[in-house]
C-alpha cells in the first residue's frame, strides 16, 4: 500500500517566487510561503503620482512591463509590488488584456497573504483557511471582509496601480478601508 502522502496543494511554487522576484508571479499552487516572501520582499515604497497612482513594480523595485504580465496565460494572476510596495494581484484576462480591477494580497482576517488556486478558482489563505472569490469577497471564514482592491489602468506599456476609495462594487457600500 502507498503511504506517501498526497499533497493536495504543494507550497508556493519555486516559480511563483522567482517570477516575483525577476518580475512578476504567477499565482498557480496553493502554500504558506507566501507569507512569508510578502513579509520581507516588500520593496522601498515610492512617491505617488495623480491620484496616489504608482507604477507596478517588482520585489527589487524595478517597473514590470504591461508586455510582461500579458503574456502570461489568461486567467492567471500575476502578483507585483503595488501602492506602499504590498503585495497585489492582477488578473490577465482571457483577451490578454488586464482587469480593471487589482486585489491586495492580505487577508482581512489576520493579514496573511495568500496564493489563487486555479484550481478552485479561489485565493486561499494558509494561516487559517479563509478562501475568497476571484473578485475578493469572503467565500469562507475566518475572514471577515472583502479583500482590498485598488484600480489598475495600462499605459504606455506601463502598469498604473492606484488607491480605490469609491463605492465597493462587491457590496455596493463605502470601501471598509477608506
Ligand atoms: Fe487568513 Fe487568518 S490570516 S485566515
Same mark, same amino acid.
Given at each position: 500500500?502507498?503511504?506517501?502522502?498526497?499533497?493536495?496543494?504543494?507550497?508556493?511554487?519555486?516559480?511563483?517566487?522567482?517570477?516575483?522576484?525577476?518580475?512578476?508571479?504567477?499565482?498557480?499552487?496553493?502554500?504558506?510561503?507566501?507569507?512569508?516572501?510578502?513579509?520581507?520582499?516588500?520593496?522601498?515604497?515610492?512617491?505617488?503620482?495623480?491620484?496616489? &497612482?504608482?507604477?507596478?513594480?517588482?520585489?527589487?523595485?524595478?517597473?514590470?512591463? &504591461?508586455?510582461?504580465?500579458?503574456?502570461?496565460?489568461?486567467?492567471?494572476? &500575476?502578483?507585483?509590488?503595488?501602492?506602499?510596495?504590498?503585495?497585489?494581484?492582477?488578473?490577465?484576462?482571457?483577451?490578454?488584456?488586464?482587469?480593471?480591477?487589482?486585489?491586495?494580497?492580505?487577508?482581512?482576517?489576520?493579514?496573511?497573504?495568500?496564493?489563487?488556486?486555479?484550481?478552485?478558482?479561489?485565493?486561499?489563505?494558509?494561516?487559517?483557511?479563509?478562501?475568497?472569490?476571484?473578485?475578493?469577497?469572503?467565500?469562507?471564514? #475566518? &475572514?471577515?471582509?472583502?479583500?482590498?482592491?485598488?484600480?489598475?489602468?495600462?499605459?504606455?506599456?506601463?502598469?498604473?496601480?492606484?488607491?480605490?476609495?469609491?463605492?465597493?462594487?462587491?457590496?455596493?457600500?463605502? #470601501?471598509?478601508?477608506?
Amino acid at each position: 500500500m502507498d503511504t506517501s502522502l498526497q499533497i493536495e496543494s504543494p507550497s508556493l511554487s519555486r516559480r511563483q517566487l522567482l517570477n516575483f522576484i525577476t518580475g512578476a508571479t504567477v499565482a498557480a499552487t496553493a502554500g504558506s510561503a507566501l507569507y512569508v516572501a510578502g513579509k520581507f520582499f516588500i520593496p522601498p515604497v515610492e512617491k505617488t503620482g495623480a491620484g496616489g &497612482a504608482i507604477v507596478a513594480k517588482d520585489i527589487l523595485g524595478n517597473p514590470i512591463p &504591461a508586455t510582461q504580465i500579458l503574456a502570461e496565460e489568461p486567467g492567471s494572476r &500575476a502578483l507585483v509590488a503595488g501602492v506602499g510596495g504590498e503585495p497585489t494581484y492582477l488578473i490577465v484576462k482571457e483577451d490578454h488584456t488586464l482587469d480593471s480591477i487589482g486585489i491586495l494580497d492580505n487577508c482581512t482576517h489576520l493579514g496573511c497573504t495568500f496564493p489563487w488556486n486555479p484550481n478552485d478558482q479561489q485565493f486561499q489563505c494558509p494561516c487559517h483557511g479563509s478562501r475568497y472569490a476571484p473578485d475578493g469577497t469572503v467565500v469562507r471564514g #475566518p &475572514a471577515p471582509l472583502p479583500l482590498k482592491i485598488f484600480h489598475i489602468a495600462v499605459i504606455d506599456n506601463s502598469i498604473l496601480i492606484s488607491p480605490w476609495t469609491e463605492t465597493d462594487p462587491r457590496t455596493g457600500e463605502k #470601501p471598509w478601508w477608506v
